[in-house]
């Protein structure tokens, strides 16, 4: 069945650092890609998406490019900010039913 | 402003006691779906629904009961079946068609007492 792989957090980095964080996918078809965020004791954001491979998405200095030769659609920020410490969800949509299926998301602390 | 509103934010039950969690859109989306988040666990998916008057069981649908009479709201029920229902319940909605985002509430904590 379809799922997604994210790597396991927590991510601590300092202010300005560069952040990846991974997110590799299993799918029949082609699926939709999304990045949402959490911040604490919050709903979830959608921070960006794609829906065919070789599109970037991108949003509030975060991209993210769908990569369907190595499954994979990585979430990238030349420079993470404190206000950037969140909980970051990969997640996908490859069938008819709207329903996504979810990473277990990723913690990322920046400390200034 | 469009959204989606869901109350209350915190709720606490007693054993044995069946409770309900309100949610409410106002963006005109057909579909709508309850999660649980549990911590290291991610989202899980309990139901969900693509159509007034139509839903279906997501993957921990048990202990759970919901309703989709008006195209606005989505209200879950917590039973007394559900052994464990301290978490963290999110809604969210959707748009039809394929590779749609959701949009998702602000969730409500449900305690044990």
Redesign the interface.
């Given at each position: 069945g379809d799922s997604v792989t994210q790597m396991e957090g927590p991510v601590t980095l300092s202010e300005e650092a560069f952040l990846t964080i991974n997110c590799t996918y299993t799918a029949t078809g082609y699926?939709?890609l999304?990045w949402?965020v959490q911040y604490p004791?919050?709903?979830?954001?959608?921070l960006l998406?794609a829906?065919k491979a070789d599109d970037k998405g991108s949003n509030k200095g975060f991209e993210a490019t769908y990569r369907k030769e190595t499954t994979s659609f990585h979430l990238e920020k030349g420079s993470v900010q404190v206000s950037d410490s969140a909980v970051y969800?990969c997640a996908l949509?490859a069938?008819?039913?709207?329903?996504?299926i979810?990473?277990?998301?990723t913690s990322l602390a920046v400390n200034p | 402003d469009g959204g989606i509103t869901q109350s209350p934010k915190y709720l606490f039950r007693k054993e044995g006691q069946n409770v309900t969690l309100s949610c409410e859109q106002n963006l005109n989306h057909d579909a709508m779906y309850w999660y649980r988040q549990d911590p290291g666990q991610g989202l899980r998916l309990i139901y969900y629904s693509q159509i007034v008057n139509d839903f279906q069981k997501g993957d921990i649908a048990e202990g759970y009961s919901v309703s989709r009479e008006k195209k606005e709201s989505f209200p879950l029920t917590v039973t007394s079946a559900q052994k464990n229902p301290t978490a963290f319940y999110l809604c969210a909605s959707s748009t039809s068609g394929t590779g749609v985002s959701q949009y998702f509430g602000p969730g409500t904590r449900l305690l044990v007492l």
């Amino acid at each position: 069945g379809d799922s997604v792989t994210q790597m396991e957090g927590p991510v601590t980095l300092s202010e300005e650092a560069f952040l990846t964080i991974n997110c590799t996918y299993t799918a029949t078809g082609y699926p939709s890609l999304f990045w949402y965020v959490q911040y604490p004791g919050e709903g979830l954001q959608l921070l960006l998406k794609a829906t065919k491979a070789d599109d970037k998405g991108s949003n509030k200095g975060f991209e993210a490019t769908y990569r369907k030769e190595t499954t994979s659609f990585h979430l990238e920020k030349g420079s993470v900010q404190v206000s950037d410490s969140a909980v970051y969800f990969c997640a996908l949509n490859a069938g008819n039913n709207r329903k996504l299926i979810w990473g277990l998301g990723t913690s990322l602390a920046v400390n200034p | 402003d469009g959204g989606i509103t869901q109350s209350p934010k915190y709720l606490f039950r007693k054993e044995g006691q069946n409770v309900t969690l309100s949610c409410e859109q106002n963006l005109n989306h057909d579909a709508m779906y309850w999660y649980r988040q549990d911590p290291g666990q991610g989202l899980r998916l309990i139901y969900y629904s693509q159509i007034v008057n139509d839903f279906q069981k997501g993957d921990i649908a048990e202990g759970y009961s919901v309703s989709r009479e008006k195209k606005e709201s989505f209200p879950l029920t917590v039973t007394s079946a559900q052994k464990n229902p301290t978490a963290f319940y999110l809604c969210a909605s959707s748009t039809s068609g394929t590779g749609v985002s959701q949009y998702f509430g602000p969730g409500t904590r449900l305690l044990v007492l």
